[in-house]
């Protein structure tokens, strides 16, 4: 079939998949495409697609149903096949409750079936076998709770094209089904319940480690990365023995863990989930045969993490000093300028003074009145004309995830064993009337060089390229030797230092600061010390 026709056809038709102007293939299904080779893994042979020069392997199994007697259990090895497996499309999300998303990130969730035979991961590489590339391994966000490694966004074909390098994404199981910590209340048979989903990911590594060599990469050469709760997995790995020599380097975007949920808090989650579904600790064994509809009508609001529960997780990865179990692994983490414009309900009209005081007092809870004008001060004085908008917009992002993000940068810096590299991403999207500016997930499509599938998130103007560039290609020269540095793209980019504190301002114009908006932090830090309120997680 000539490709004019292909593109025509009623199999890419039907498989949903976006084209441009051009007849180019934007979106990830691509059924219908030529077949690749076949790879052989662990568990048995498998055959995906190629298109565009790029062999994808969607939904390969590593790892059994995670149904019945297996729920909250450590994940166990799938079960081995013999004849070609063909791997089209996209397993299972973990089961999980309505999605929170905005609109504009909403457009590029694939939305695929939940279920809990859920351990799937997705390959991307440009040739099978042989190879010796970089492989980058993304987690992917939605707190520990939501969302999946197939939206539209991840789609590794662009990245493994342009740069030369494997990407794998993964689902793997969340809230109530990857971190109901049941270990104190039923006793040692579920001890690895708190962080089922976090052994999830280890497994997903180990399978990487035994099978990525007939995709072309080098298992002695992977990184994770993984923005918001991805930031968080990747984070959290940095400090679980069982991930130790499964990566070499980590990248954390939007997202930490600095301290982990503690066994007391996990437990009294875990208490109010059984009083939910009727239940006594002596009953726990009900929860294996429960619908996953009445299991996720039992959660709302309750917020699940990984648990530190002195095995799979010892300590909290960066409490009080970063993990000596990732001594070694270079960091590369950093956060969005207006991160707290992304949530449902935001704060992103234009607001007087009375109301950003409020705002604030609400931001960085038990500050009084004069405290909130204070700092309020300090922002108008760094940033001559900033909008009220804006300061309570930065404000907020400054005193949660930068500020946590912060803490994981000073403390692996602190250790100096392996360097640490930071960015600050302050470029604006246009879309809902340039309101939501730099806003968390908005760095996603410009790693993985998918702005094209991203326009409602990025909108549609030129200028995405050049960032797009110099991004992917950072993050890749970080996958590839630990170092983000790239010759023509991007000013010398220093290791971050709790002295200096050098960080990549990454604009339309790219340029290195050191300790960008240093007051505002200073300020913020004195008032959250003052009122007990000092942000770690």
Known sequence: MERRDFLKSGAVIGAGVVLDPCGRLLAQDVRGAAQSGIAKTTSGPIRGVVFDRINAFHGVPYGASTAGDARFMAPRKPQPWTAVRECLEYGPRSPQGPSGLISEVAAVDRREPAGEDCLRLNVWTPALGGGRRPVMVWLHGGGYSQASGSFIIYNGANL??????VVVTLNHRLNLFGHLYLGEVAGDKYADSGNAGMLDIVQALEWVRDNISAFGGDPGNVTIFGQSGGGGKVCTLMGMPGAKGLFHKAIAQSGSNVAGMPRASATRVTETVLDRLNLKPTQVAELHTLPTEQLLGAIRGLNFAPVVDGKNLPTGPFNPVSSPLSANVPLLCGSMETEASWT????????????????????????????????????????PGISNVDIHLILASDNTVRSSILTVAERKAEARQAPVYMYYFTWRSPVHDGKLKAYHTLDIPFVFENVDLATAMTGGHQERYVLQDRMSAAWTSFARTGNPNVKGLLPDWPAFDTTRRATMVLD???????????????????????????NVD
């Open 160 to 165: 493994a094209r342009r740069r030369d390098v």
């Open 344 to 383: 449902r309900g935001a704060v992103i009209d234009e607001i007087d003074d009375g109301k950003l005081q409020a705002q604030v007092k609400q931001d960085v809870r038990g500050i009084s009145d004069a405290d909130a004008d204070s700092v309020i001060a300090t922002y108008r004085k760094a940033r």
């Open 508 to 534: 339309n114009e790219c340029r290195v600061v050191n300790d960008p908006n240093g007051e505002e932090r200073r300020a913020l830090m004195a008032f959250r010390k003052q009122g007990g309120a000092e």
